[in-house]
């Protein structure tokens, strides 16, 4: 088990509603990574946060945002759902600058009906 | 998109014989990863390569890299039913900081006993 929590573990949405997913990063870690993974599909980078800022962004609509907060946990946000945001989302950790190997939490499963 | 291409996409093998995957990818990296995964759960890291090495061991793994060729093997020796899994490569072009892993699709594994 890595240090990364993610809240909630299961939820189910409707479409065009609007959903917030929470992740602690493992401590000592500054960067933050967001993947969807589909059924049966890799996982499929949404974006990064290292120290507060978004430092890069996969190929993913605006409707989906996030934030990190000062002690480098994080959310993700997603606007106006569509049946095909139904997923596990993923967050990762790690030590931006320092080392390459990202530790998961357990994934959030999204379900939009 | 889709960076590594795992091949083959299932694997069955009797517990005690080795499980050979291997994953081909497009791009240049700075560095390969290998993840497993259980039962649609998070990721958990296994072994890392960069692109300057061409062979890692770390325990039952060995890891092979060949960027001519771009290309990646994971050797699994003397399997248990316990690695019965989902396992994945992802490939790392940058540094530090702005370390953003790019998945396959993945190869389920499946140990009998």
């Known amino acids: 088990e890595t240090g990364v929590t993610q809240s909630p573990t299961h939820l189910i949405k409707t479409r065009g509603q609007q959903v917030t997913l929470r992740c602690s990063s493992q401590?000592?870690?500054?960067?933050v990574s967001w993947y969807q993974q589909a059924l049966g599909q890799g996982p499929q980078f949404i974006f990064q946060?290292?120290?507060?800022?978004?430092?890069g962004r996969g190929n993913f609509p605006p409707r989906f945002s996030g934030l990190q907060f000062p002690n480098y946990s994080s959310e993700l946000n997603v606007n106006a759902l569509e049946l095909d945001d139904s997923a596990l989302y993923l967050c990762?950790?790690?030590?931006?600058?320092?080392?390459?190997?990202?530790?998961f939490g357990p994934g959030t499963r999204l379900t939009v009906t | 998109s889709q960076q590594g291409e795992e091949d083959p996409q299932a694997l069955s093998i009797q517990e005690g014989e080795n499980a050979t995957m291997n994953c081909s990818y497009k791009?240049?990296?700075?560095?390969l990863q290998w993840y497993r995964q259980n039962s649609g759960r998070g990721l958990v890291h296994l072994i890392l390569?960069?692109?300057?090495?061409r062979e890692k061991h770390s325990g039952r793994l060995r890891v092979t890299l060949d960027t001519s060729k771009k290309s990646s093997s994971l050797l699994i020796t003397a399997s248990r039913a316990a690695d019965t899994a989902s396992y994945f490569c992802?490939?790392?072009?940058?540094?530090?900081?702005?370390?953003?892993?790019?998945f396959g699709k993945g190869i389920t594994l499946s140990v009998r006993p």
């Open positions: 990762a950790s790690h030590q931006g600058g320092r080392s390459f190997e990202q530790y």
């Open positions: 401590s000592g870690h500054n960067t």
């Open positions: 946060y290292y120290r507060e800022e978004e430092n």
């Open positions: 791009t240049s990296i700075n560095n």
């Open positions: 390569i960069r692109s300057n090495e």
């Open positions: 992802a490939t790392d072009p940058y540094l530090g900081a702005n370390s953003k892993l790019t």
